[in-house]
């Protein structure tokens, strides 16, 4: 499939499948298990995936539109599904021919699903060091140590790309690694279900790792590549990602209030809201705010896959504006519809809850903020 037939097959799913689960998942808190198995079996699991693994190959651009699209329908699901697609593109980063071969190719046929753990309660915000240790017991095993929070598709998963501490207890910052956890490895121990005020069926579970033992070949790159992922895939890939998702879900709130404008009439004159001069001007600002925000984002996904300097920037703007620009749509759309729009179950309760966390989740905007006014005053992104 090339970018606009997968696009269209991502467009059929989320109108059937997504849109039929969408409700239950949120009201009830559960993963979106139907909507995540039809991607896979459309062969969308691999959207990311070189093609000389079977996958689909579209990069930034095509993760954008996808998760946009999933996005407006659910944004659970985009999320669920965006980071499948971040923990594949992390694996096929530098992925070995084993790991070619029992990672990559299964998720391009859609058999294995892949997402990351990198945050951890004791860092916050700065998902970016790692404490979860990593002790060499052999030239082929290793042995993990920590804990790992917020981690979506939590239980759900095939396997999980893990940040870790050095294998030299003395190692510095650039010494962190990468490696992939397979879910069904028996030491592994979640905390409970997920109950988030929004975006309720990511299964956002605390994975607890207690003398894991993992064998020396899921390591990703070389020791002491982490820094190196998060700054040259994580950071692009999961930004994008989540900047569709958020885009997707200020698209839904726009939708929602243009309808109610051209649907609402007032009984005493027989007139609709869409013919109140300031109600009309009010939704064009609405309009202009969310498509110059979609322009950056493609804007840095274009910039990003010619893989050039110049693509930080627009990278890391792209989710603050995002997220700004989904908060403000979505408070703007409940405003314009009135009180149908306050009532619990409707459209906007799930559109405003899952909009709010635009801004917490990490790298929080005000994070992305200040990271884009290092680069641009050519000063180190991460602080000490």
Same mark, same amino acid.
């Given at each position: 499939?090339?970018?606009?037939?997968? $696009?269209?097959?991502?467009?059929?799913?989320?109108?059937?499948?997504?849109?039929?689960?969408?409700?239950? #998942?949120?009201?009830?808190?559960?993963?979106?298990?139907?909507?995540?198995?039809?991607?896979?079996?459309?062969?969308?699991?691999?959207?990311?995936?070189?093609?000389?693994?079977?996958?689909?190959?579209?990069?930034?651009?095509?993760?954008?539109?996808?998760?946009?699209?999933?996005?407006?329908? @659910?944004?659970?699901?985009?999320?669920?599904?965006?980071?499948?697609?971040?923990?594949?593109?992390?694996?096929?980063?530098?992925? !070995?021919?084993?790991?070619?071969?029992?990672?990559?190719?299964?998720?391009?046929?859609?058999?294995?699903?892949?997402?990351?753990?990198?945050?951890?309660?004791?860092?916050?915000?700065?998902?970016?060091?790692?404490?979860?240790?990593?002790? =060499?017991?052999?030239?082929?095993?290793?042995? #993990?140590?920590?804990?790992?929070?917020?981690?979506?598709?939590?239980?759900?998963?095939?396997?999980?790309?893990?940040?870790?501490?050095?294998?030299?207890?003395? =190692?510095?910052?650039?010494?962190?690694?990468?490696?992939?956890?397979?879910?069904?490895?028996?030491?592994?121990?979640?905390?409970?279900?997920?109950?988030?005020?929004?975006?309720?069926?990511? @299964?956002?579970? !605390?994975?607890?790792?207690?003398?894991?033992?993992?064998?020396?070949?899921?390591?990703?790159?070389?020791?002491?590549?982490?820094?190196?992922?998060?700054?040259?895939?994580?950071?692009?890939?999961?930004?994008?990602?989540?900047?569709?998702?958020?885009?997707?879900?200020?698209?839904?709130?726009?939708?929602?209030?243009?309808?109610?404008?051209?649907?609402?009439?007032?009984?005493?004159?027989?007139?609709?809201?869409?013919?109140?001069?300031?109600?009309?001007?009010?939704?064009?600002?609405?309009?202009?705010?969310?498509?110059?925000?979609?322009?950056?984002?493609?804007?840095?996904?274009?910039?990003?896959?010619? /893989?050039? =300097?110049?693509? #930080?920037?627009?990278?890391?703007?792209?989710?603050?504006?995002?997220?700004?620009?989904?908060?403000?749509?979505?408070?703007? =759309?409940?405003?314009?519809?009135?009180?149908?729009?306050?009532?619990?179950?409707?459209?906007?309760?799930?559109?405003?809850?899952?909009?709010?966390?635009?801004?917490?989740?990490?790298?929080?905007?005000?994070?992305?903020?200040?990271?884009?006014?290092?680069? $641009?005053?050519?000063?180190?992104?991460?602080? /000490?």
């Amino acid at each position: 499939m090339n970018l606009q037939e997968s $696009l269209e097959t991502v467009r059929f799913i989320a109108k059937s499948t997504v849109t039929e689960e969408a409700l239950v #998942v949120d009201e009830q808190g559960i993963w979106p298990e139907q909507s995540i198995r039809a991607l896979q079996k459309a062969g969308l699991g691999g959207l990311v995936v070189a093609t000389e693994m079977g996958g689909l190959g579209q990069g930034l651009t095509g993760l954008a539109q996808a998760c946009e699209i999933l996005g407006e329908v @659910s944004g659970s699901t985009a999320l669920c599904f965006g980071m499948h697609c971040v923990g594949s593109a992390v694996i096929g980063a530098k992925a !070995t021919a084993q790991q070619q071969q029992d990672l990559l190719k299964p998720i391009a046929a859609g058999e294995h699903l892949t997402t990351l753990a990198l945050s951890e309660p004791g860092t916050g915000a700065h998902f970016y060091y790692p404490q979860t240790q990593l002790l =060499a017991l052999s030239e082929a095993e290793y042995l #993990v140590n920590g804990n790992k929070s917020f981690v979506t598709n939590g239980g759900k998963a095939d396997s999980y790309v893990l940040s870790t501490l050095g294998v030299d207890p003395e =190692a510095s910052q650039e010494a962190f690694s990468c490696m992939v956890l397979r879910g069904d490895t028996l030491e592994l121990a979640w905390g409970p279900e997920w109950k988030g005020l929004g975006m309720r069926g990511n @299964s956002s579970k !605390t994975l607890f790792l207690k003398d894991v033992k993992v064998p020396a070949q899921n390591l990703l790159g070389e020791v002491g590549d982490q820094l190196w992922y998060i700054f040259q895939v994580v950071a692009p890939y999961f930004l994008t990602a989540m900047s569709g998702t958020y885009l997707g879900i200020a698209q839904a709130a726009f939708n929602e209030a243009r309808k109610h404008l051209m649907e609402r009439s007032y009984r005493h004159n027989g007139t609709t809201l869409s013919q109140n001069t300031l109600l009309q001007h009010r939704l064009g600002l609405l309009w202009s705010k969310i498509e110059r925000t979609r322009q950056l984002l493609y804007h840095a996904t274009r910039e990003g896959e010619k /893989n050039t =300097a110049a693509a #930080v920037l627009p990278i890391l703007a792209s989710k603050a504006e995002v997220g700004h620009c989904c908060v403000e749509v979505v408070n703007e =759309a409940m405003t314009l519809m009135g009180g149908i729009a306050y009532s619990q179950h409707s459209r906007l309760d799930v559109l405003l809850r899952d909009a709010r966390a635009a801004h917490v989740m990490s790298p929080t905007t005000d994070i992305l903020y200040t990271w884009l006014g290092r680069a $641009l005053l050519e000063q180190p992104i991460l602080d /000490n």
